[in-house]
Nanobody, 124 residues
Framework: EVQLVESGGGSVQPGGSLRLSCAAS????????MGWFRQAPGQEREGVAC???????YYIDSVKGRFAISSDNAKNTAYLQMNNLKPEDTAVYYC??????????????????WGQGLQVTVSS
């Protein structure tokens, strides 16, 4: 059974940091790109960051310099380090396994597996 289990969400003040984790099982983690998506209330789900199977990293402009995606193949786990968080980062964040787009973050059509999502709230 394929599972992507996210952890590390919560509430933080503007300027704070959170580290999201995504523990994967049931598929060959090394062969997949890992991505993070987010969906704010009333908005479409958007890809935020992607790390390819060979370690290339891609981000949307609004998080460049603040977020960092990484993966640990030995632990079958992907991470999203989020620094200098802003209220507009508030959303449900989803982990995904699939393919990065060409030199870009993962798109929904390229996702093979989804995590269940977790809430990140940035508020003073």
């Amino acid at each position: 059974e394929v599972q992507l289990v996210e952890s590390g969400g919560g509430s933080v003040q503007p300027g704070g940091s959170l580290r999201l984790s995504c523990a994967a099982s049931g598929f060959s983690f090394d062969d997949f790109a890992m991505g993070w998506f987010r969906q704010a209330p009333g908005q479409e789900r958007e890809g935020v960051a992607c790390i390819s199977a060979v370690g290339n990293r891609y981000y949307i402009d609004s998080v460049k310099g603040r977020f960092a995606i990484s993966s640990d193949n030995a632990k079958n786990t992907a991470y999203l380090q989020m620094n200098n968080l802003k209220p507009e980062d508030t959303a449900v964040y989803y982990c995904a396994a699939g393919l990065c787009s060409d030199y870009d973050v993962m798109r929904g059509v390229l996702v093979d597996y989804w995590g269940q999502g977790l809430q990140v709230t940035v508020s003073s």
